[in-house]
């Protein structure tokens, strides 16, 4: 398998291709919706909600942690898990900004 090049794009590039990547599976993007709806929870309720094992609920926070759109504070033996607004913030504008920079026109390019 090949390295991938990201050396030649753009650090905005590079930055929307990683949220893109770390959101782009329905399980991740239900564990978000979760967590917002929630304002926060804690790891055993995602697995009754979104109905998947532990591990690979665990596996899914660790992505979305790794790009710091959530965070997590301990409670015991548990995980509480919310939103980081900073971040999400800072990605809302992100992946709004490239949406935005496409202005459809009247005229049909195809």
Not at 20 to 48: E, F, M, N, Y
Request: charged share 25%; aromatic share 6%.
């Amino acid at each position: 398998m090949g390295i991938t090049r990201s050396d030649i794009y753009t650090d905005e590039q590079n930055r929307i291709a990683t949220v893109a990547k770390a959101i782009g599976h329905p399980a991740r993007v239900a564990i978000l919706q979760h967590i917002i709806k929630t304002r926060s929870c804690i790891c055993g309720d995602l697995v009754d909600e979104i109905g998947l094992a532990q591990p690979t609920i665990s596996q899914h926070l660790k992505e979305l942690k790794n790009i710091g759109i959530i965070k997590g504070n301990i409670e015991g033996t548990s995980v509480c898990y919310c939103i980081d607004d900073t971040t999400w913030k800072e990605y809302r504008d992100l992946l709004g900004l490239f949406f935005e920079s496409h202005n459809p026109s009247d005229e049909d390019c195809c």
